[in-house]
């Protein structure tokens, strides 16, 4: 009886471990862009508006003279791309702001990826980057640290279904070992 209860707690931790490791994963950190190609995004038709809030951290310069693009899209290819969103002149990306962008490109189904790029000298650190747009759920990724100059830097959340199936199996295992051990006790 005793083995039987050690067996089922075991398995309990072992299940339970399996569920935090998925969870722990879905907080990623923003991240250089593997084989990300700027020129692969399509420059089709402008059907949907989206709505890019990009805040800047408070650990930010005052203002910055980075030249600053942002690309996202969907897991399906859909891609959009805004090139040199910075207009000093207009005091865009000023430390502790939001600033709001306007941007149209071809239509996306949920957004799970966004990338920024900065050039410059100044070492601008966003804070969030919210995306809106109609018919979807509005998306926010968090930064909170500074964008490495010239490479296309962010989050990609698209494969996230594969840690969705793990989390699901990991349920039903949990499932199996709290029904076991109401009938081994």
């Known amino acids: 009886m005793v083995s039987a209860r050690l067996f089922v707690l075991l398995c309990f931790f072992f299940v339970f471990s399996i569920i935090f490791s998925v969870s722990e994963s879905k907080a990623l950190q923003p991240h250089a862009a593997e084989s990300f190609n700027v020129s692969l995004i399509q420059k089709l038709r402008s059907s949907c508006a989206y709505t890019v809030i990009i805040s800047t951290s408070c ?54 990826y966004v990338y920024l790029y900065r050039s410059g000298p100044d070492g601008w650190i966003p804070e969030s980057v919210k995306i809106n747009t109609h018919g979807s759920k509005a998306v926010t990724f968090p930064y909170n640290t500074l964008v490495p100059e010239s490479i296309w830097y962010g989050f990609n959340y698209c494969n996230s279904a594969s840690d969705s199936s793990v989390l699901s199996i990991g349920l039903v295992l949990l499932g199996f070992v709290v029904a076991g051990s109401t009938l081994l006790l």
């Open 59 to 112: 650990s930010s310069s005052r203002y910055t003279r980075d030249q600053i693009s942002v690309a996202f899209g969907d897991a399906y290819g859909n891609q959009i791309y805004a090139p040199r969103l910075d207009d000093p002149s207009t005091k865009t990306f000023e430390q502790c702001s939001s600033d709001t962008f306007e941007i149209n490109g071809p239509c996306t189904y949920q957004i799970c």
